[in-house]
């Protein structure tokens, strides 16, 4: 059973940043296929960036340019770096795992419990 446990969340004014990371029980390594979503309140959970078995990476289209995927396989983590946030980039924020490649489709497996994004203007 793969944990997964985000951190790194916080409160932020627009333009700013924050490195959210997403410790595993297990490794992510190049067997698993691993992604960030977000969720505001009264919206769906969507994707928003996800790196595949093959380093392939995917962004959503509001995030290309400003955020940025990665782990350290070495140190079981996944990282997301992001850059010159938001006010609608305002979200819970979680990271997910899975065997298959589900790129920023909500159907991965495993999941965090979370870590609290809020930027304001």
């Known amino acids: 059973q793969e944990q997964l446990q985000e951190s790194g969340g916080g409160s932020v004014q627009a333009g700013g940043s924050l490195r959210l990371s997403c410790a595993a029980s297990?490794?992510?390594?190049?067997?698993?296929?691993v992604g960030w979503f977000r969720q505001a309140p009264g919206k769906e959970r969507e994707g928003v960036a996800a790196i595949d078995i093959g380093d392939s990476t995917w962004y959503a289209d509001s995030v290309k340019g400003r955020f940025t995927i990665s782990r350290d396989n070495a140190k079981v983590t996944l990282y997301l770096q992001m850059n010159s946030l938001k006010s609608e980039d305002t979200a819970m924020y979680y990271c997910?795992?899975?065997?298959?490649?589900?790129?920023?489709?909500?159907?991965?497996?495993?999941w965090g419990q979370g870590t609290q994004v809020t930027v304001s203007s």
């Open positions: 997910a795992a899975d065997r298959v490649n589900w790129w920023l489709l909500p159907s991965y497996t495993y």
């Open positions: 297990k490794y992510i390594g190049t067997n698993r296929c």
